[in-house]
């Protein structure tokens, strides 16, 4: 134990004397990497604040498609009144097993009082077989609150056979 100690103190005072600016040194953990590039920019108020770079890509982010197909046609379609609003839920049959990540994707347009939904659905890549038609159903549902039905004269649900229109 007592030699352990002076051999310590030993290296801490070799260490001590070999420049002493630990912060530069590559000793230093936070010094592995490189240096975090901080840049300043001036808030509302005039206060200069440090910025950190983001994570993002330099080009930005590829703008996001969706693969997914339309849902072959809508059999089914109900509009359920609650409390809080609605609940639109939509049923399609598909013509084999195996299709998932289906929903509702609502649709960027001009017109703020109607409500354009596509009933997408991922396909599957191997056919696992084509099961009774109650297997292939696939409903998926979206709620509404009634802040959104306020400002709703109508919504529309796409589908591959065309689309189906409710009045709210």
């Given at each position: 134990?007592?030699?352990?100690?002076?051999?310590?103190?030993?290296?801490?005072?070799?260490?001590?004397?070999?420049?002493?600016?630990?912060r530069?040194?590559?000793?230093?953990?936070?010094?592995?990497?490189?240096?975090?590039?901080?840049?300043?920019?001036?808030?509302?108020?005039?206060r200069?604040v440090?910025?950190?770079?983001?994570?993002?890509?330099?080009?930005?982010?590829?703008?996001?498609?969706?693969?997914?197909?339309?849902?072959?046609s809508i059999?089914?379609?109900?509009?359920?009144?609650?409390?809080?609003?609605?609940?639109?839920?939509?049923?399609?049959?598909?013509?084999?097993?195996?299709?998932?990540?289906?929903?509702?994707?609502?649709?960027?347009?001009?017109?703020?009082?109607?409500?354009?939904?596509?009933?997408?659905?991922?396909?599957?890549?191997?056919v696992?077989?084509?099961?009774?038609?109650?297997?292939?159903?696939?409903?998926?549902?979206?709620?509404?609150?009634?802040?959104?039905?306020?400002q709703?004269?109508?919504?529309?649900?796409?589908?591959?056979?065309?689309?189906?229109?409710?009045?709210p």
């Amino acid at each position: 134990m007592r030699q352990q100690i002076v051999v310590s103190g030993l290296i801490l005072t070799l260490l001590s004397g070999c420049g002493g600016d630990f912060r530069n040194s590559k000793v230093n953990p936070l010094n592995w990497f490189g240096q975090r590039e901080q840049t300043q920019t001036l808030d509302a108020e005039g206060r200069v604040v440090r910025v950190l770079p983001t994570l993002a890509p330099r080009k930005g982010y590829p703008a996001f498609v969706d693969t997914r197909a339309f849902a072959p046609s809508i059999t089914a379609l109900d509009f359920l009144r609650t409390a809080t609003g609605s609940v639109l839920s939509v049923t399609t049959v598909v013509p084999t097993l195996g299709y998932a990540d289906a929903a509702l994707v609502p649709v960027e347009h001009d017109d703020g009082s109607i409500l354009i939904l596509e009933f997408r659905l991922r396909a599957p890549k191997d056919v696992p077989g084509i099961g009774s038609v109650s297997q292939r159903e696939i409903t998926v549902a979206r709620a509404i609150s009634n802040q959104e039905l306020a400002q709703l004269t109508q919504i529309q649900i796409r589908s591959a056979s065309g689309v189906r229109t409710l009045r709210p």
